[in-house]
């Protein structure tokens, strides 16, 4: 099977705050039964603390199901609920299923975790320049705000003295004798 890390990428879910991969589709990148990957896990259970490797509640296991197609696929016809495997279970695979192919599928899919931790860390600096923006908009748009009430006091004040003073100006005389040139 050809890995690409839009293929690997997929298949990572994000299942109680950790990205994670089921262990079928683990079976099936490296080659073997899902049962057998399983008994491996098992037999070297020291090597996969509950951080590395968890089995799926049921609700879990649901939500996923309604959620992802690929999903559904994997764990189809299955008795027991599927184990998932973090990043650091996903590298300790390597120690238990030995094989060139098992570490060309692990180089493969470490290199596709580290690329989402890596786009994931962009992300939240992008996150943090669209926050420092909006602020600064934010701040832009008092600064406007506070010109514009200037100038619309200014206006209101000078419309005021521009009334005053017609209030307060005499009317000339109809018949006033006009200054300038006559024509």
Do not use: H, W
Not at 74 to 84: G, T
């Amino acid at each position: 099977m050809n890995l690409t890390p839009a293929i690997i990428g997929r298949l990572i879910y994000i299942i109680r705050s950790a990205k994670v991969m089921l262990d079928s589709n683990l079976a099936e990148f490296y080659g073997v039964s899902t049962k057998r990957l399983n008994e491996q896990v098992k037999r070297n259970s020291d090597r996969f603390p509950k951080d590395f490797v968890f089995q799926l509640t049921k609700s879990e296991c649901d939500s996923l199901r309604s959620q992802f197609a690929t999903f559904s696929e994997s764990i189809a016809r299955r008795k027991f609920l599927p184990y998932v495997f973090t990043e650091q279970g996903v590298a300790m695979l390597s120690s238990v299923l030995n094989g060139k192919e098992a570490i060309k599928v692990n180089v493969s899919i470490m290199r596709t975790f580290v690329k989402m931790r890596k786009l994931l860390a962009s992300d939240e600096s992008l996150l943090d320049k669209i926050e420092r923006l909006e602020e600064g908009t934010l701040e832009f748009q008092k600064g406007v705000d506070k010109v514009f009430r200037i100038v619309f006091e200014r206006l209101d004040e000078a419309n005021k003295s521009i009334e005053t003073l017609e209030i307060n100006t005499p009317l000339l005389p109809k018949n006033r004798r006009k200054i300038g040139l006559k024509k």
